[in-house]
Nanobody, 123 residues
Framework: QVQLVESGGGLVQPGGSLRLSCAAS????????MGWYRQAPGNERQLVGV???????RYADFATGRFTVARDYTKNTVELQMNSLKPEDTAVYYC?????????????????WGQGTQVTVSS
């Protein structure tokens, strides 16, 4: 079993910055993808950015140029650095990972998710 624990959410003024962190723990054999999604009230969960095991990153259009996803492959952690935050960035941010728990076990369908951390951008 795998656990993802996020930290770092909170209230920030428009134009400000915030950094989220996520640590994976449990029965980890290999981590293929780690990153972040978000969900605002009344909206579907959407991609923010993810990084695969080869260091290739994929970002949503709204995140490009403002957000950066960084992984520490030795610690199984991922961070989301958010700059130039806007009120429309207000959402619950979820850590996401695709983790194999053994060499002969596939990554669970749908991946693994953290409990979510609230980010509110408001003056």
């Amino acid at each position: 079993q795998v656990q993802l624990v996020e930290s770092g959410g909170g209230l920030v003024q428009p134009g400000g910055s915030l950094r989220l962190s996520c640590a994976a723990s449990g029965s980890i054999f290999s981590v293929f993808v780690m990153g972040w999604y978000r969900q605002a009230p009344g909206n579907e969960r959407q991609l923010v950015g993810v990084v695969d095991s080869g260091g290739r990153a994929r970002y949503a259009d709204f995140a490009t140029g403002r957000f950066t996803v960084a992984r520490d492959y030795t610690k199984n952690t991922v961070e989301l650095q958010m700059n130039s935050l806007k009120p429309e960035d207000t959402a619950v941010y979820y850590c996401y990972a695709e983790i194999a728990t053994a060499y002969n076990k596939p990554v669970p369908s749908g991946g693994s998710w953290g409990q979510g951390t609230q980010v509110t951008v408001s003056s």
